[in-house]
């Protein structure tokens, strides 16, 4: 595998953030879903990812221009959209995680999420929350991200379930005291 490049999403990405989420969604999530859930799914977020670029602070990985994976992540509650969440000044939401397909399990999302949590850490955040798309549960679990209960979306009236899922992000810290 060539050495991948990791930087912040920028405004230009759109297309290319949209192409991979809806690529890792018909390529990866789809073997979890219904077809129709998947339709519905790509139906109602159709633009979120580009319109959220900048607030949601995504990473990608790009391979010699490629965008191949990405992570991003805000405080809870603060965008507005099918996520409706309380604000907690001292909670992230990691959101958008998405690795095209051919490229799983290559340890992509793991060095992003890392990443993500590095700047939630930063923020000042006691505590990452989530939720997991079926499917990617088992790499969230490996993660360290404990279950807090089932879930689902209403994607234009179609049911799309996952798990909300949790992380304490100072644990290391608290010991050390
Ligand atoms: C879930 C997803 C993001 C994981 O990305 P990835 O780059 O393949 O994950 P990594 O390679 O970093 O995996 C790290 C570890 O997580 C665990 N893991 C990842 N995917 C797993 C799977 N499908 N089953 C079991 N364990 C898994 C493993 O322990 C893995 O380490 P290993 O490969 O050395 O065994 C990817 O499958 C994906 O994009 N899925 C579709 C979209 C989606 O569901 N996104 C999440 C939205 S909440």
Redesign the pocket.
Known sequence: MNELDLRRAVAGDGDALEDL?RN??T???AA?YSRAQVAAFLRCTAGALRAHIERANIWVLTDRGLVV?C?GWHPAGALADHIAAPVDPRAVE????????G???????????DRVEEDARAFGADRAD??????????????GYAALGDMSFNMGGVPFP?LRMTKPLRAAERLTL
Do not use: C, D, K, N
Request: no cysteine.
């Open positions: 989420q890792s969604i390529g990866v999530a979890h994976a992570a990691v959101r958008s995680v998405y690795v095209r397909s490229w799983t399990r290559r340890g992509l999302a793991a060095r992003l999420l989530l939720h997991a798309m079926r499917g990617s549960e088992p790499f969230y679990a490996a993660r996952g």
